[in-house]
């Protein structure tokens, strides 16, 4: 038999249209990869070093996110997290474990600050997919999870100055302004977003995935996000891949981004390629006129990060922006793919 190379393996994929590309068990990646949103590069390096250590893909996605929910100064994810607009914390997260098919998320969790392993143990401890509200905290104090104020002094005094020079600027608006043909929203919410998305890749060709958030900022109390949505924020498959997003989740959730980058990458498209499509497909779907700038070009944020089996990565996003990935070369960040190229406003 003909050893066939990555290269070979990655060029059939490509031609072989729907055929999911598989790798051989013989076809060990040189090392582990994952890639993860700009706020990053610590939590690369340690899922990397977890799976080296063997780890499941999903189990070292959530170790490294871990650290992220962990720091106190980074305000969207975790502790620290900006609140809703009435000053409290509600959390996002999900999980997805490719060799078993089975992923656990978690919604509007409050006072615990890791929710991505709270929704570990929804995957592994029961039979539903996502647990929200009273609900899921009640569910995380069963599996011994400590209850802690999330609202930091930072995050507290941002909220109140928000709330205290936000006017009629915040997220309830009229049909009118919703409408496709409506006036430009005058009195636009520019919502400050952050976010960890993780994917991960073994040596084996296993993958797992993982988004946590706070969420948009001041959000209505109750809004859910891409984040802990299996499809949108996150989504893996362990014949193809992991995709996942951050940035302006309703956008997300419209266009199904994480399982439609995983699609596009089961018919043959690179990661790269994967994300960009993601992009393009919500330029298609932006429609209204609030949400367009005086260009006709949306008026938010949005990035994709993709991996496939045979260990390539690759990131997409409407405006320019970094994306954090570790390798055999270790932990950095790197460009993104941009579909306009200059910074987000
Ligand atoms: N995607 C997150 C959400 O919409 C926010 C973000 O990534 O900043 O909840």
């Known amino acids: 038999m003909v050893p066939l190379s990555r290269r070979g ?87 997805m ?27 592994r401890h029961t039979d539903h997919v996502l647990l929200v509200g009273d609900g899921a905290l009640r569910f995380a104090r069963a599996h011994g999870f400590t209850e802690e104020n999330l609202l930091t002094e930072k995050s507290r005094k941002k909220w109140l100055e928000w709330r205290e020079k936000r006017s009629s600027i915040d997220d309830w608006i009229s049909p009118e302004e919703n409408g496709e043909h409506g006036k430009e929203w005058f009195r636009k919410f520019k919502h400050k977003t952050g976010t960890i998305h993780l994917g991960a890749v073994a040596a084996n060709g296993d993958v797992g995935s993982c988004t946590t958030t706070s969420g948009l900022a001041f959000k209505l109390a109750g809004r859910v996000g891409d984040s802990p949505l299996l499809g949108c924020g996150n989504y893996c498959d362990n014949d193809v891949g992991t995709g996942g997003g951050t940035g302006r989740g309703e956008a997300c959730i419209l266009a199904n981004g994480g399982s439609f980058i995983v699609h596009q990458m089961s018919l043959g498209r690179s990661p790269t390629d994967a994300c960009m499509d ?40 409407m405006f320019a922006d970094r994306f954090a990935v570790c390798d055999g070369s270790g932990a950095r960040l790197a460009d993104m793919a941009c579909h306009y190229d200059e910074p987000v406003k």
């Not at 969790?109 to 570990?120: E, F, R, S």
């Not at 992009?279 to 008026?299: E, F, H, M, N, Y």
């Open 278 to 317: 993601a992009v393009k497909r919500v330029v298609r779907l932006t429609k209204v006129k609030r949400l367009l700038d005086a260009k006709g070009r949306p008026d938010f944020q949005i990035q994709f990060y993709a991996t496939n089996k045979a260990g390539q990565f690759g990131a997409a996003a």
């Open 9 to 95: 393996f990655l060029g059939s994929a490509a031609a072989g249209a729907l055929a999911a590309p598989t790798v051989p068990a013989w076809l060990r990646l040189a090392s582990p990869v994952a890639i993860a949103s700009a706020n990053g590069v610590k939590a690369v390096e340690l899922a990397v070093q977890r799976m080296n250590e063997g780890w499941r893909p999903v189990d070292a996605a959530v170790a490294g996110v871990e650290l992220v929910e962990n720091d106190p100064e980074d305000d969207s994810v975790g502790i620290g997290g900006l609140p809703n607009e009435d000053g409290v914390v509600e959390l996002d997260a999900c999980v």
């Open 97 to 123: 474990d490719g060799p078993s098919g089975l992923g656990g998320a978690v919604a509007a969790l409050q006072n615990i600050k890791n929710p991505a392993q709270v929704a570990l143990k929804i995957m």
